[in-house]
């Protein structure tokens, strides 16, 4: 009976530290986080994360944002397969400016795919921040191509060459992948009209 009381006070602490976030009562969403860290059996990105992140909201000054943010990234140390602890810490990372640690991290981690958009989002994020035009054009348009949208990416690769500011290297692979995806809006859109043309014979 002790157990699943203290499972269920758990949980209500853990709930209500996430809706007082979304209420942005961050104290509040504190104090039930911390609870919720004391009463649980042991580790968990979501109750770590959920920790970390009311500690960043409470925060009142940079040394207690800069304690959030190592809470968020032990949490991906301790989760290196975690999407949820990377996606975490590179978000407060992104939030304090730290647009340099935040590429940094991306590129050596294993948690978010070099596949998945949600690498090349916040990629894109932090080279915007950084002011850096073409690398921030890239990333929007491969975060295009993994969602399968091959005209924006095409547009967002078109936007990156004429920022040109990037290296030599850079840039031959923005025109290399250029030729790659319009070769593929090509054959998409000869598809489609191939199509187009045989529905009516298909449809009598």
């Not at 209500?12 to 504190?30: H, I, S």
């Not at 596949?115 to 850096?132: F, I």
């Amino acid at each position: 009976i002790n157990n699943r009381t203290t499972h269920a006070e758990y949980a209500a602490r853990y709930g209500a530290a996430v809706a007082a976030l979304k209420l942005n009562l961050a104290e509040v969403a504190l104090q039930n986080a911390l609870t919720a860290k004391r009463l649980a059996p042991g580790s968990s990105v979501i109750l770590d994360k959920a920790v970390a992140e009311a500690r960043f909201a409470a925060a009142r000054d940079d040394s207690a944002r800069d304690e959030a943010i190592k809470l968020a990234k032990d949490n991906a140390v301790r989760h290196p397969l975690s999407g949820t602890a990377a996606h975490h810490y590179v978000d407060l990372l992104l939030k304090t400016s730290r647009y340099q640690d935040a590429i940094s991290f991306l590129r050596n981690q294993d948690a978010i795919l070099r596949s998945q958009p949600a690498y090349h989002a916040l990629l894109g994020r932090a080279y915007e921040g950084l002011n850096r035009r073409t690398l921030h054009h890239q990333a929007v348009g491969e975060m295009y191509a993994s969602f399968g949208a091959v005209a924006p990416a095409i547009q967002q690769l078109e936007m990156a060459r004429q920022a040109n500011d990037g290296d030599f290297y850079t840039m031959s692979e923005i025109d290399a992948r250029l030729r790659d995806l319009r070769a593929q809006f090509k054959r998409e859109q000869e598809l489609l009209r191939e199509s187009g043309r045989q529905s009516p014979e298909s449809s009598r």
